[in-house]
């Protein structure tokens, strides 16, 4: 089942979408996938926000250097992929098929089915679980991690040093069944950049554990 976090937006030029995992009393902005502007940049704008049933978030936005559209995050939203340009879009609903509805100004209104939004559905699903090699690698400042679960699984992503401390906690949540993509942006858990190195990213889904070597270089 979905897990209980709050998400906003701030369409303002430091702000963005904004998680909280505990009722609102502390928030982290994730903003990894659709928003990589500078941080003065006043274009950021934030329609609406939306969740289906099985923990999919869904943004309307439009940023500089990205078309008007809707992004999804399916991994609670550490990182969101384009998911369609519609132009600028108001309200975004779902029913109870989790089909969703997504309201434009000028276009009308357009329907996404549930087929094509679950990714438990389809030909295009992975038969197993998988931790692909970052790209890129060797990096600076940040890289691309993507994994497959073939099952909806407690997943932990976690980065290592080379004496096997715990660097940076990516993900450590129930994830749905399929293709996730997040980011590391070189920093630790407190938010320090870590130095040049060899580092290690661990996927633990259920029993399964795999780790990929990676290589920052500043």
């Given at each position: 089942?979905?897990?209980?976090?709050?998400?906003?937006g701030?369409?303002?030029?430091?702000?963005g979408?904004?998680?909280?995992?505990d009722?609102g009393?502390?928030?982290?902005?994730?903003?990894?996938?659709?928003?990589?502007?500078?941080?003065?940049?006043?274009?950021?704008?934030l329609g609406?926000?939306?969740?289906?049933?099985i923990?999919?978030?869904?943004?309307?936005?439009s940023?500089?250097?990205?078309?008007a559209g809707?992004?999804?995050?399916?991994?609670?939203?550490?990182?969101?992929?384009?998911?369609?340009?519609f132009?600028?879009?108001?309200?975004?609903?779902?029913?109870?098929?989790?089909?969703?509805?997504?309201g434009?100004?000028n276009?009308?209104?357009?329907?996404?089915?549930?087929?094509?939004?679950?990714v438990?559905?389809?030909?295009?699903t992975?038969?197993g679980?998988?931790?692909?090699?970052?790209?890129p690698?060797p990096?600076?400042p940040?890289?691309?991690?993507?994994?497959e679960?073939?099952?909806?699984?407690?997943v932990e992503v976690?980065?290592?040093?080379?004496?096997?401390?715990?660097?940076?906690?990516?993900?450590?949540?129930?994830?749905?069944k399929?293709f996730?993509?997040?980011?590391?942006?070189?920093?630790d858990?407190?938010g320090?950049?870590?130095?040049?190195?060899?580092?290690?990213c661990?996927?633990?889904?259920?029993?399964?554990i795999?780790?990929?070597?990676m290589?920052?270089?500043?």
């Open positions: 089942m979905p897990n209980d976090d709050i998400f906003v701030n369409s303002t030029s430091d702000g979408v904004f998680r909280s995992s009722n009393n502390t928030w982290v902005q994730v903003n990894s996938g659709f928003w990589e502007g500078p941080p003065d940049d006043p274009s950021l704008a609406c926000l939306g969740k289906n049933s923990g999919d978030v869904f943004l309307a936005a940023t500089f250097n990205k078309p809707i992004y999804r995050s399916t991994n609670n939203g550490d990182y969101w992929d384009d998911f369609g340009s132009g600028l879009v108001w309200s975004l609903v779902h029913n109870s098929s989790d089909d969703i509805f997504a434009t100004p276009n009308g209104v357009y329907r996404m089915d549930a087929v094509y939004l679950d438990e559905e389809g030909i295009n992975p038969s679980f998988a931790l692909s090699q970052n790209y690698n990096f600076n940040s890289t691309r991690i993507e994994f679960l073939s099952r909806r699984s407690e976690i980065i290592f040093n080379v004496l096997g401390q715990e660097v940076r906690t990516l993900v450590k949540r129930e994830l749905s399929g996730h993509v997040i980011e590391w942006d070189g920093r858990d407190a320090n950049a870590v130095c040049s190195g060899v580092y290690h661990r996927l633990k889904a259920g029993e399964y795999e780790s990929k070597k290589v920052l270089l500043k």
